[in-house]
């Protein structure tokens, strides 16, 4: 499990970006937010997820709001 902070949230269209741990930015979409729902995220937060490779790069999946910030 991964650590980071919302970069960027696009929720016209349903996506953001995670900055993680090492300065990477990471794409997640709203579908793979678990435990709380898209809307309810906001930028600069605290999140925990998992990360799979995907044919346009690494993509955060599992994405969950880290426990201290709930």
Do not use: W
Not at 54 to 70: E, Y
């Amino acid at each position: 499990m991964h650590t980071g902070k919302i970069k960027k949230l696009v929720r016209d269209r349903g996506f953001g970006f995670i900055s993680d741990t090492d300065g990477r930015d990471i794409f997640f979409h709203q579908s793979s937010v678990v435990d709380s729902k898209f809307d309810s995220l906001a930028e600069e937060q605290t999140v925990e997820f998992d990360v799979e490779k995907s044919p346009k790069g690494p993509r955060a999946i599992n994405v969950s709001i880290a426990p201290q910030q709930q």
